[in-house]
T-cell receptor, first 113, second 112 residues
């Protein structure tokens, strides 16, 4: 079985500051890892994913995440946030022998001017 | 290529009524998943279906909930005799094969 822990339920930050949203997982099998973003009253949008290969993955809007197998982490980072990044961010894991995504409880990123 | 479609986007039902939620997967996707998001919580897996087959329903409540994905038409999540605790956002996702899932905009169910 898999589980995902997002320790920070809320992260307030000022515009143009760097941010890190933490995600740790546990699994007895190899996994794929995902970050989804949910804007208010909307569905989930895939932000980035780790399937294989390079452990550092990037999104088109400046976010990046690094898969760290030894620390079982997949933290999300952005060097300079915008107001428009305000949203809920969910980390999710998919076991390679399973069919269901396991989500963390989410981190609400609030960017202030 | 249109994304995953869900309707209705908002659904209000009185206690005891039935709720029917529809999901049309992306073109070419034959795998459909349903998740439920309770207020202030993450998404929880409910059921995984392929055309005409339920593959994994380990997350479905044992009573009142059912799902189908017929040969033709959308996937349907049905909740019979709704109760206040069923109020939530229900998300559908689809994929071309088991793996990366694309989510729809969700149906927000309110039970009064």
């Amino acid at each position: 079985a898999q589980s995902v822990t997002q320790l920070d339920s809320q992260v307030p930050v000022f515009e143009e500051a760097p941010v890190e949203l933490r995600c740790n997982y546990s699994s007895s099998v190899s996994v794929y890892l995902f970050w989804y973003v949910q804007y208010p009253n909307q569905g989930l949008q895939l932000l980035l994913k780790y399937l294989s290969g390079s452990t550092l993955v990037e999104s088109i809007n400046g976010f990046e995440a690094e898969f760290n197998k030894s620390q079982t982490s997949f933290h999300l980072r952005k060097p300079s946030v915008h107001i428009s990044d305000t949203a809920e961010y969910f980390c999710a894991v998919l076991g390679k022998n399973t069919d269901k995504l396991i989500f963390g409880t989410g981190t609400r990123l609030q960017v202030f001017p | 290529n249109a994304g995953v479609m869900q309707n209705p986007r908002h659904l209000v039902r009185r206690r005891g009524q039935e709720a029917r939620l529809r999901c049309s997967p992306m073109k070419g996707h034959s795998h459909v998943y349903w998740y439920r998001q309770l207020p202030e919580e993450g998404l929880k897996f409910m059921v995984y279906l392929q055309k005409e087959n339920i593959i994994d329903e380990s997350g479905m409540p044992k009573e009142r909930f059912s799902a189908e994905f017929p040969k033709e038409g959308p996937s349907i999540l049905r909740i019979q005799q709704v109760v206040r605790g069923d109020s939530a956002a229900y998300f559908c996702a689809s994929s071309p094969d088991p793996g990366e899932q694309y989510f729809g905009p969700g149906t927000r169910l309110t039970v009064t």
